[in-house]
């Protein structure tokens, strides 16, 4: 069963790279958010398995709003992408439940090599 | 104890480093840099299209990037394949890789060096609040054949 994605960042030119770049990966892309608003609603809505998710965004940062996925469902797979390069960022994203971290700039390999790890970490 | 013009040029160094890294990484193609100068008059520095980004907590001030049009055509081009973009993808295109060049400076200056989501617009806006009494770094480059002006401004 495929995957379901969701893409969340304010820029719609990272948001279209980040979908073209997973495009060879078996999952379904189920819809983009432009800030942590309206990724929790379609978190609520629409059931992500895996969400990709930028931290400096307006309306709700990227940590609050994976605090809310997390309430939302633990289970989900939140990769974080995020220019945000120093290591506290980092660990505190990992302490509220994401999965991986990434620091744009990220290219094709990159989330090639982030992505393979994710979802083999889970057997998937 | 580092003075603060050596303290102001070693943050300078971080966004030129930090603005090569961008290039080189998602393209391939370097970055030229021309030689940075120090900006003392009034106004500002700009080309078309700019993406600016606010800087609070350790440092007080600004960094923006400022390219013609076809610059950021050419990056929206190379990462989704779209050739005639439209004028919001420009602006989007400014903001996003001024908030990749100021963020990834705190991997040396740590998550107390703060910045705010992008500001971005075509020309010289008729409002724009720029902090007084900052010293503005203007850094000239040159990426594919495009000039563009990374510009720090800080207290």
């Known amino acids: 069963m495929k ?21 060879n990966y078996d999952m379904e892309i189920i819809g983009q958010a432009a800030n942590g ?49 120093d290591k506290l960022t980092g660990l505190i994203a990992l302490d509220r439940g994401a999965r991986g971290f990434m620091y744009k700039p990220v290219n094709a390999d990159d989330l090639s090599r982030a992505f393979d790890k994710l979802l083999k970490r889970d057997g998937e | 104890m580092e003075s603060r013009k ?79 973009p439209s004028e919001e993808d420009i602006l989007d295109m400014a903001g996003e890789i001024s908030n990749v060049v100021a963020g990834n400076v705190r991997a040396n200056l740590g998550a107390n060096f703060m910045i705010s989501v992008p500001t971005v617009f075509e020309g010289m806006p008729e409002e724009l609040n720029i902090p007084e009494n900052v010293s503005m770094y203007v850094i000239p480059i040159k990426w594919n054949n495009h000039e563009a002006f990374v510009v720090l401004g800080l207290d």
């Open chain 2, 6 to 84: 050596e303290e102001f040029e070693a943050t300078c160094n971080l966004f030129i480093n930090s603005v090569s890294n961008y290039f080189k990484h998602l393209t391939e193609i370097d970055s030229d840099m021309k030689v940075p100068y120090l900006k003392e008059s009034d106004g500002l520095v700009l080309k078309d299209f700019t993406g600016m980004i606010g800087i609070s907590g350790s440092r007080q001030g600004f960094v923006y990037i400022s390219a013609n049009r076809e610059m950021f055509a050419d990056l929206i081009n190379l990462f989704i394949g779209i050739e005639d």
């Open chain 1, 3 to 23: 995957k379901r994605l969701l893409i969340v960042d304010d820029s719609s030119v990272m948001r279209r790279t980040i979908e073209k770049n997973l495009a």
């Open chain 1, 37 to 85: 608003v309206e990724a929790v609603q379609m978190v609520m809505d629409k059931k992500p398995d895996v969400v990709t998710l930028d931290i400096t965004m307006p309306e709700m940062d990227g940590i609050a709003c994976l605090e809310e996925i997390m309430k939302i469902n633990p289970e989900t797979k939140v990769m974080i992408i995020t220019a945000l390069a």
